[in-house]
């Protein structure tokens, strides 16, 4: 692994000069045999891969129009070229998001339309060859598809999308990534991303019970499996024993004890992270929404929220329905089922911070905001939840309900720099797949951004908390924040705070 | 030289009305399995009609985005639109009032339209980020665009042509007639390119413009809880 360079913060920031090749290196683990063969990909570079590769483009070509109009609407403009925190981090031009889509590009152009076919050179139409398919793998696996560069393209172009299709027919010319395709297995043969069994589930929770009986006297539970409880959560496996991850489960706990809700935890769905997202597996990422319905009908739960994952949230909010028949609609026997199941009266599926906003305005909370006092707290937009979803009734809910739950707990709350929060936030640096540490250099350089107005705020206004709802941001940030000098504690989730200032007991 | 012409705008018109269905067919054919629209979006149709035409005449993404590009390509666009305008009344007779009325603008527009395409032209060279994304044929596209605009200035200042002629001509080929042209250098290298511009539009990146419509980034409206949205594709998993 190359050094783990930060680069200088900057106090005015302005696009870096092109350093091409600068990230030629970074490149994560490739996924062994039996990590590919264990979600049905091959093992190995297939003989035949370049013929399959385009074959397969054709094939994403045809069933995805965002692919199909991505490619063809490009204008070189450049507006994008200076949005990506990849590139900002790196000055790698391949970071670019048009440079990135025209590694691409340039194949579709050859293969797939008529002036690529007759005059290559002209439209920068390229061979698949065996250099450009390492681009692939290292560029395509350079991109959190945080999809910022999609807010400001003239046409809506979305790289996300284009990297997904990438990784796909990676994945299927047998060249997948480590990280990724590991944790995929991982979830459908345990139901979690960390392989957290279900007898260590169960001991994590006791011990949980104990600490916050002992911190606060309170009898809260932290139940598992439980038939009949009115919500299932789905959380991210990280909370249920990674700082500060946890602190934030605790968050969710209280909440539901000081309401009187009655909850569960799934062993069989003990995971909301779906990584089939990552690597734009439509079938991968059906096969593990599918366990949270599975789970649902088994509980026989009346509602389902979700816990405090970016990624997460996006594929419940924007996915379910459409994967799972989570929300209305659903027309196959199991939908149906889970419809007359579900209470409709409240949004299905719900997120965490719309249910606590919800019992924070109807007083059913006690909360003591002066608990938060020894912090002055800033909020992090993560990605997925700011452009790709949404909560509440109103376009922007998802940027208005974790500040406005934010603030009814703390104090001293603080913005960062206009231009570097919501849909125009900058990722944590680590999305997308790419929380692995053999690529940290990558995630550490990614992460200058929004270093950069957290330094601002912190030296200009005191923050010491940087509230965020996303376990891949949390994990990344404590890795990350040190090389800038920052302590690791900063960052935190939304219901950590909440957890601190809840007072139990004192309300039914 | 006018039956050559003639010809050439028959087979361009072919090629850009053709190609340009065939491509929207395309678009249109293709599923979108996944909402994606990106956020904050519209939460209803209307909303969606809404954003979408600020995109259209406002360029309101990339004037977030830069402000140069978006001052070139604002007033690039507007010119073209216009200029175009203002060439109504080579097939139309008689000319619709508005169109007569636009006249004088249609000329300042012309000159709009060249500033902006030199101000696009300049970033490609000027700013590396931009230099090192174009490809010859980006350079190729604003070289035909700022010929065919010069040379239809130059019928305007530097040596007239009879417009009569030309209307006359172009009125011909509206009910398939081939009727004489003016032998005027300016105007055949114009048309001429005109031409070649109709017949690269639906190869090239000029499938931006129905692009934007069909972007799903743009175009969906964020319902997803609400209403299923399932591609028929991804139907038959579900059968399976
Ligand atoms: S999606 Fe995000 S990481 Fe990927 S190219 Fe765009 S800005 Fe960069
Ligand atoms: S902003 Fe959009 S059109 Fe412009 S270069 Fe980037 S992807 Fe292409």
Redesign the pocket.
């Known amino acids: 692994m190359a050094d783990v360079i930060a680069p200088a913060l900057r106090e005015f920031p302005v696009p870096p000069a092109l350093r091409p090749d600068a990230m030629a290196e970074s490149k994560p683990f490739v996924a062994t045999e039996k990590m590919q063969a264990a979600i049905g990909f091959p093992g190995t570079l297939v003989e035949d891969w370049h013929d399959k590769a385009i074959a397969k483009m054709g094939e994403l070509l045809d069933k995805y129009r965002s692919l199909s109009v991505y490619l063809d609407a490009c204008v070189h403009c450049g507006a ?1 070229s200076d ?5 900002l981090g790196t000055g790698d031009p391949k ?3 048009v440079a ?2 025209d590694l691409m590009r340039g194949v579709y152009r050859r293969h797939f339309t008529l002036p690529g076919k007759m005059f290559p050179k002209l439209v920068g139409a390229r061979e698949l060859t065996k250099d450009l398919l390492e681009d692939w793998y290292k560029y395509y696996n ?9 807010v400001f393209c003239p046409y809506g172009i ?3 999308e284009v ?1 997904m299709a990438a990784r796909e027919i990676l994945d299927t010319v047998g060249y997948g990534a480590k990280y990724t395709n590991e944790i995929i297995a991982k979830v459908h043969r345990i139901g979690n991303n960390l392989g957290l069994p279900g007898p260590a589930l169960e001991d994590t929770l006791l011990g949980l019970e104990e600490d916050v009986k002992e911190e606060t006297g309170a009898d809260v539970k932290f139940p598992l499996d439980q038939k009949g409880a009115e919500v299932l959560l789905i959380t991210p496996s990280a909370d249920f024993f990674a700082e500060p991850h946890v602190d934030s489960l605790i968050g969710y706990a209280k909440v539901f004890h000081a309401a009187g809700i009655s909850w569960t935890l799934s062993t069989h769905a003990s995971e909301a992270g779906n990584f089939g997202l990552f690597i734009g597996n439509y079938e991968q990422m059906r096969t593990i929404a599918l366990r949270i319905r599975e789970a649902a009908l088994d509980l026989g739960v009346k509602r389902i929220v979700v816990g405090e994952c970016g990624h997460a949230w996006r594929v419940a909010y924007s996915f379910w329905n459409t994967l799972a028949g989570i929300g209305s609609g659903g027309n196959d026997p199991f939908a149906r089922m889970l419809q007359s199941q579900l209470d409709h009266r409240y949004r299905q599926p719900t997120h965490i911070c719309e249910l606590t906003w919800d019992l924070v305005q109807k007083g059913a909370l006690v909360l003591d905001k002066d608990a938060n006092d020894h912090r002055v707290v800033t909020f992090h937009d993560s ?1 997925n939840v700011a452009r790709a979803s949404r909560m509440g009734d109103e376009p922007g809910g998802q940027f208005e309900i974790p500040r406005a739950l934010v603030r009814s707990v703390v104090n001293r709350y603080v913005e960062m720099r206009p231009g570097t929060t919501h849909e125009a936030t900058f ?1 944590c640096g680590g ?2 797949g790419l929380l692995t540490d053999e690529i940290l250099d990558l995630r550490v350089k ?1 992460a200058l951004p929004r270093m950069e107005s957290l330094r601002e705020v912190a030296d200009l206004q005191g923050v010491n908390f940087m509230a965020t709802i996303c376990a891949i941001c949390k994990a990344q940030f404590t890795k990350v924040l040190p090389y800038y000098g920052f302590n690791r504690s900063m960052v935190g989730g939304v219901h950590q705070l909440v957890s601190t200032a809840i007072r139990l007991g004192a309300k039914q | 030289m006018a039956a050559i012409l003639a010809g050439l705008f028959y087979a361009a018109a072919t090629v850009l009305v053709a190609g340009l269905a065939w491509r929207i067919r395309q678009y249109a054919g293709t599923p979108a399995p996944l909402k994606i629209p990106t956020t904050p979006a519209p939460t209803t149709s209307a909303g969606v009609a809404l954003r979408l035409a600020r995109e259209v005449v406002l360029f309101e993404s990339l004037f977030k985005a830069s402000l140069w590009t978006w001052l070139f390509g604002w007033t690039f666009h507007a010119g073209l639109a216009l200029v175009l305008a203002r060439h109504l009344r080579y097939f139309t007779d008689p000319v619709w009032g508005w169109v007569a009325f636009i006249q004088p603008f249609g000329v300042y527009a012309g000159f709009a339209m060249v500033a902006g395409l030199a101000g696009l032209w300049a970033r490609r060279f000027l700013v590396d980020r931009v230099r090192y994304i174009s490809t010859p044929s980006d350079h190729l596209m604003l070289a035909l665009l700022i010929a065919i605009a010069g040379s239809g200035l130059a019928m305007k200042y530097l040596a007239h042509t009879d417009i009569v002629a030309v209307k006359s001509f172009f009125l011909g080929l509206l009910v398939f007639q081939v009727r004489e042209l003016p032998a005027d250098p300016a105007l055949a290298v114009h048309l001429g390119l005109v031409a070649t511009l109709m017949i690269v539009f639906p190869y090239s990146k000029l499938l931006h413009a129905p692009g934007l419509f069909f972007s799903p980034g743009r175009n969906q409206v964020d319902n997803p809880r609400e209403h299923r949205h399932l591609a028929e594709w991804a139907a038959r998993l579900e059968t399976k």
């Open positions: 994008c949005k990506c925190h990849y590139f970071n670019m998001p990135r889509q350079q991109c959190s598809e945080c999809r910022r560069c999609s979305d790289t996300a990297t990605c990722c999305g997308g990614g």
